[in-house]
């Protein structure tokens, strides 16, 4: 079975360009789990989708906006973007049911300058 | 306010001797615990977890993790380390059906 894959694995960009993130989940999985690690900060949750609805939400700006499709793939979108936004973001997938385990992709580098 | 402590940054250890990394938590309830491995420029892998039952979980890459309800840990464990054991360590705690609460990483480092 094929893993969580993220693309793209690496982004540059500068301060007030947006940028969409990519996350295709495990397959027969529909919850995706975005996350954003940076060394300060650890692991913050950004937002979670199951079956195309946003189910739960961390608290992070409205600059962070997330979306998932109908076979449960996973974007993420950060506009206007700030230097403090330079982080990994990892998405992760479930089945949705329950306290499952929840599988991660390699991540997205987003550098901002 | 519910957590999820990893008290040491960093653990060394050298390799062929037993390595312990510490995790606390404080959530109410019955909650499900994970410990998840995480190499450089990677996403995070997961090793196992604990739901119910016996106290003693047993993961991947020969590593095991004990759950003490009174004490409120679940410290990973593995009897003989390796070097390529060096990585970052995340406990994780799931409280409920929506929320996951990741512990701030320890680093472990293995001297050959």
């Known amino acids: 079975k094929a893993g969580v894959t993220q693309t793209p694995r690496y982004l540059i960009k500068t301060r007030g360009q947006q940028v969409t993130l990519s996350c295709s989940p495990i397959?027969?999985?529909?919850?995706v789990s975005w996350y954003q690690q940076t060394p300060g900060q650890g692991l913050q949750f950004l937002f979670e989708y199951f079956s195309e609805t946003q189910r739960n939400k961390g608290n992070f700006p409205g600059r962070f906006s997330g979306r998932q499709f109908s076979n449960s793939r996973s974007e993420m979108n950060v506009s206007t973007l700030e230097l403090g936004d330079s982080a990994l973001y990892l998405c992760?997938?479930?089945?949705?049911?329950?306290?499952?385990?929840?599988?991660f992709g390699p991540g997205t580098r987003l550098t901002v300058l | 306010a519910q957590s999820v402590a990893q008290p040491e940054d960093q653990v060394n250890v050298a390799e062929g001797n037993p390595l312990t990394v510490k995790c606390t938590y404080s959530?109410?309830?019955?909650?499900?615990l994970f410990w998840y491995v995480q190499y450089p420029n990677r996403g995070l892998q997961f090793l196992l977890k604990y739901i119910t039952g016996d106290n003693l979980v047993k993961g991947s890459y020969g590593f095991e993790a004990e759950f003490n309800k009174s004490q409120t840990s679940f410290h990973l464990k593995k009897p003989s380390a390796l070097v390529s054991d060096s990585a970052l360590y995340f406990c994780?705690?799931?409280?409920?059906?929506?929320?996951?609460?990741f512990g701030a990483g320890t680093r472990l480092f293995v001297k050959a």
């Open positions: 992760a997938s479930s089945s949705g049911q329950g306290r499952d385990t929840q599988y």
């Open positions: 397959s027969g999985h529909r919850s």
């Open positions: 994780a705690v799931r409280p409920d059906y929506f929320k996951t609460i």
């Open positions: 959530v109410s309830g019955n909650p499900y």
